[in-house]
């Protein structure tokens, strides 16, 4: 009952959800106290909607910005309270007492002051918002950029003006109920005081000193960087915030490419959420403003994702521009007709040629290039089952995409009937449950199923739990436990959060990483993904959201994998272990096989999953399993040779179409001097002191 209300009301948590019910239910309840009248009464209501609205604010409640929608945000209700206040004043026959006036007179400049705070903390986040951010760049040294005002001044700024009534409310009530104004004109004083220095204190942060340079002279500093580090392949990418996992897996390629890297970003949120990195970044939401940067010595420009915002970066002549897109799998978004704008399609295999061929979306075959998958390094090949450690199977399905494509995601039709038959498997397996990030953002049919799924397998886990044919090293988990509180505690230093991280001109000014704590907190990464493995014991089921573990960590630690036509089952096939996808539309073994070039040497689930048994047959006995060499067969014409690695591919396709831009851009200079020399040898030919004629001469007759 309380998990249906939790979801209907979109909160997260029993907290969270009697929170909104005493908020929700506490104005009504101020109504009733100031209509009976009860001082005491409306004391304790008062303090429930405050504490209530405090703590769902703190928590982002959902609730909070419904309430906003809908005429009720956070002014209305403390001003209904202040109202209900005057109400009960009222009522209590102090209508005529000084109290009453000073009360009325109090919460009229209290609003007052509410419009010159409101103004300055926008004028001052407005002035502080830089044309472009940035991370890696050194604009400190060519440009003066202050420090941040305190946090306290802006963070919840209007929930903390807000709250200054406090003191006037308290006051009004004591002196409400002991009959004496004193109070009341204490708690107005306190009130009106201090609301007054807070608008004070936020004056000096709107000029001079106080705030970074204009855009112009930013904008300068920034080309000027450019012109100094010259950079000559930069990773193009924008979407949303929660696209940024599609920039974030070319982070650690870029880092190691033999040019000179550069990220552009277009959108804040997306640099908000950007994985550490030593590549200098740079993040320019102004379209005018990118189009007006100096790229001049760029030669490649690689793109992740099919977006309207690329024709800003297209439409740079001198730039080759490439489609690396952000996985390689059978899905329609794979051969996008929109990759005819690139120069070039990079593709992982001689799967991705075939597929434009098959598509005939316009992409040539020439100007398709196979690289390799440089970021499948970390994924280990199997070697079997460890002794003493039953199977693990990763299930790891896709959204369900903006179409409503049946055939998109198993969760909606499959997801339920593919983890009971594995958490109810004889012998048994280890099931965890990694769903795409975007689950259920379009089909609430697919957020219902994957909370139906997540139910099944966080009961199929403490049943396990209390079964004592399983036993757990309860000491070695505490110990990898502590592990994992000491990592986080470090890494959490090492991003410096916890700490006043000051705002983004701040984090432009101080984004220069450090390259020795970098390191190290990929070293401690490392380490927390062994501890939190270890943090529990190796047949216990788990729903594994978020960034942490990341997917390729589920796949390492797993021994067989169930999943979707998506990027996920190619990134698989590069560890050679057993796996399933399911035909959720129903097309057939034959044809879903003849579509989808990646399950040709998969199981091929049905939505009632009744073909498991095959893929956990191969996890237990590998030797008689049938699909172990389609799989290597496949590996190889998905994601091409093992040698040269993908990043040998890799840097190698970027030098030579950096070769091509710089042959096309010498070739492009060569004509213009041509033309500019042909020009001056006509000026030069010309009879001496006779004008070369232009459009609109008259051969010398007049016109008048």
């Given at each position: 009952m309380i998990s249906t209300a939790i979801r209907v009301a979109r909160v997260g948590s029993a907290a969270e959800l009697a929170a909104a019910v005493l908020m929700v239910a506490g104005f009504p309840a101020l109504m009733l106290a100031a209509l009976v009248p009860s001082v005491p009464a409306f004391a304790a209501a008062a303090a429930v909607t405050y504490l209530a609205d405090h703590y769902l604010h703190r928590k982002g409640s959902y609730l909070i910005n419904r309430l906003g929608k809908v005429r009720a945000g956070l002014s209305i209700r403390f001003l209904i309270r202040q109202l209900l206040l005057v109400l009960l004043l009222a009522r209590l026959s102090l209508a005529d007492n000084l109290i009453y006036y000073g009360a009325i007179a109090c919460f009229i400049a209290f609003y007052g002051l509410q419009a010159p705070h409101g103004a300055l903390v926008q004028l001052i986040r407005n002035r502080r918002r830089m044309p472009v951010a940035t991370r890696n760049v050194d604009l400190a040294s060519r440009i003066r950029i202050p420090d941040a005002p305190p946090r306290r001044l802006l963070h919840r700024s209007a929930e903390k003006m807000l709250h200054l009534d406090l003191a006037a409310v308290v006051g009004i009530l004591v002196a409400a109920q002991v009959k004496s104004a004193l109070f009341g004109f204490i708690g107005i004083g306190v009130t009106v005081a201090v609301a007054t220095l807070y608008v004070l204190a936020l004056v000096p942060y709107v000029r001079g000193r106080k705030i970074p340079p204009k855009a112009e002279k930013?904008?300068?500093?920034?080309?000027?960087?450019?012109?100094?580090?010259k950079?000559?392949?930069?990773?193009?990418?924008?979407?949303?915030?929660?696209?940024?996992?599609?920039?974030?897996?070319?982070?650690?390629?870029m880092e190691k490419l033999d040019s000179k890297p550069l990220i552009i970003l277009r959108e804040r949120a997306i640099l908000n959420n950007l994985a550490p990195t030593t590549v200098p970044v740079i993040c320019v939401p102004g379209g005018v403003h990118?189009?007006?940067?100096?790229?001049s010595t760029v030669r490649v420009a690689l793109y992740a994702a099919n977006v309207g915002k690329n024709i800003h970066m297209l439409r740079v002549p001198t730039i080759k521009h490439v489609f690396i897109g952000h996985g390689d799998s059978d899905k329609l978004a794979s051969v996008n007709p929109y990759s005819k704008v690139y120069d070039e399609v990079w593709t992982a295999g001689r799967a991705g040629r075939d597929r434009y061929a098959i598509a005939d979306v316009g992409v040539r075959d020439d100007d398709i290039v196979e690289v390799g998958r440089p970021q499948l390094a970390p994924i280990q090949t199997w070697q079997?089952?460890?002794?003493?450690?039953?199977p693990?199977?990763?299930?790891?399905?896709?959204?369900?995409?903006?179409?409503?494509?049946?055939?998109?995601?198993?969760?909606?039709?499959?997801?339920?009937?593919?983890?009971?038959?594995?958490?109810?498997?004889?012998?048994?397996?280890?099931?965890?449950?990694?769903?795409?990030?975007?689950?259920?953002?379009?089909?609430?049919?697919?957020?219902?199923?994957?909370?139906?799924?997540?139910a099944l397998v966080q009961k199929a886990a403490a049943e396990r739990a209390i079964n004592p044919r399983f036993v757990a090293d309860t000491a070695a988990q505490a110990e990898a436990k502590a592990e994992l509180s000491r990592i986080e505690a470090r890494l959490a230093q090492l991003s410096g959060s916890g700490g006043d991280r000051g705002d983004e001109a701040v984090a432009t000014r101080d984004g220069l990483i450090d390259v020795a704590r970098h390191e190290e907190a990929a070293r401690l990464r490392a380490e927390w993904n062994d501890a939190y493995w270890r943090s529990f014991p190796s047949w216990e089921h788990r729903v594994i959201t978020g960034a942490e573990p990341r997917l390729y960590d589920c796949f390492n630690v797993s021994d067989a994998m169930v999943s979707d036509i998506s990027s996920v089952v190619s990134?698989?096939?590069?560890?050679?272990?057993?796996?399933?996808?399911?035909?959720?539309a129903g097309v057939g073994v034959d044809e879903f096989k003849r579509n989808n070039t990646a399950v040709r040497a998969a199981v091929i689930l049905s939505n009632s999953a009744a073909e498991l048994g095959e893929l956990l047959g191969a996890v237990r006995a590998p030797d008689a399993d049938p699909l172990a060499e389609d799989r290597k067969e496949l590996k190889r014409y998905l994601l091409g040779p093992d040698e040269p690695t993908s990043l040998e591919q890799f840097n190698t396709a970027v030098a030579n179409l950096a070769l091509k831009a710089e042959t096309r851009n010498v070739g492009q200079q060569t004509r213009d001097a041509a033309a500019l020399a042909?020009?001056?040898?006509?000026?030069?030919?010309?009879v001496p002191g006779q004008r070369v004629p232009t459009a609109g001469d008259t051969d010398g007759v007049g016109t008048g």
């Open positions: 930013v904008l300068a500093a920034v080309d000027d960087w450019l012109g100094e580090y950079p000559e392949t930069v990773l193009y990418f924008s979407g949303s915030k929660d696209s940024a996992y599609q920039v974030n897996m070319w982070l650690d390629t990118l189009m007006n940067m100096d790229l079997g089952v460890p002794e003493g450690r039953i693990t199977v990763l299930y790891a399905p896709t959204w369900e995409g903006w179409d409503g494509n049946p055939g998109n995601t198993s969760v909606v039709l499959a997801g339920e009937n593919i983890v009971k038959q594995l958490v109810q498997a004889d012998p048994p397996v280890r099931v965890l449950y990694k769903p795409h990030p975007f689950t259920g953002n379009v089909s609430k049919e697919a957020g219902a199923a994957h909370r139906r799924i997540t990134d698989f096939i590069a560890s050679g272990k057993p796996y399933a996808v399911t035909d959720s042909e020009s001056e040898a006509e000026l030069a030919n010309a």
